[in-house]
């Protein structure tokens, strides 16, 4: 049997699908890291022997995961409008798959 290499060529993408599903991977990872921040700091806080330069603030951490999500949608939703304008160029991007 002789394995057989399918190609596509992506000439175009969705920006807004490609900028709302980054986004969405952004807010859900900082959420978890989030949680971990707030976990993890009462015990660090504790081992620190002097005043801690900051304090932890849920509305902090809330701005946090609001923040990422907003600025990874800004960044994909730019990186995908380059990548269309630059596929109108080079005549796409051809995938091979087996």
């Known amino acids: 049997m ?3 290499v399918e190609t596509a060529l992506v000439r175009k ?3 807004f699908s490609l900028a709302g599903t980054f986004a969405l991977v952004s807010l859900f990872s900082s ?3 989030s949680v ?4 993890v700091f009462p015990v660090v806080s504790r081992l ?3 005043p801690l330069p900051f304090q932890l603030s849920t509305i902090y951490l809330v701005a946090y995961c609001i923040g990422s999500a907003f ?3 800004i960044s994909f939703l730019i ?3 380059f990548y269309n304008l630059s596929s109108l160029i080079t ?5 091979y798959s087996s």
């Open 71 to 73: 600025i990874t949608f």
């Open 91 to 95: 005549k796409g991007i051809k995938l």
């Open 48 to 50: 620190y022997p002097g």
């Open 13 to 15: 993408i969705g920006v």
């Open 36 to 39: 971990i921040i707030a976990l």
């Open 79 to 81: 990186l995908g409008l």
């Open 2 to 4: 002789a394995d057989e």
């Open 31 to 33: 959420i978890v890291l």
